[in-house]
Nanobody, 120 residues
């Protein structure tokens, strides 16, 4: 089992920045990839960004709506913490952001979510 705890959400003005963190615990050796999803009121949960570790590098993928503004990264030492740096935030980025981990046997784990509100 893997447990995920997010932090870093809050209220920010349009054009501002926030950094989300997600710490994994438990069977972290079983994690194949980690990522961030978000869900806005009345909408389905959608992928924001994912990151997986190769032999010597990390592979990141982003939703088109956040490319060039968001950056996902993974702690190089602990490997059990993933970050989402969000810049140039827009009101449409307002949502509950969920951390996700996928194991090598494709089990999905979710955090409790953290609210991000972009408003003036």
């Amino acid at each position: 089992q893997v447990q995920l705890v997010e932090s870093g959400g809050g209220l920010v003005q349009p054009g501002g920045s926030l950094r989300l963190s997600c710490a994994a615990s438990g069977s972290i050796y079983s994690i194949k990839s980690m990522g961030w999803y978000r869900q806005a009121p009345g909408k389905e949960r959608e992928l924001v960004a994912t990151i997986s570790s190769g032999v010597s590098t990390n592979y990141a993928d982003y939703a088109d709506s956040v490319k060039g503004r968001f950056t996902i990264s993974r702690d190089q030492n602990a490997k059990n913490t993933v970050y989402l740096q969000m810049n140039s935030l827009k009101p449409e980025d307002t949502a509950v952001y969920y951390c996700n981990a996928v194991s090598y046997v494709y089990s999905n784990y979710w955090g409790q979510g953290t609210q991000v509100t972009v408003s003036s």
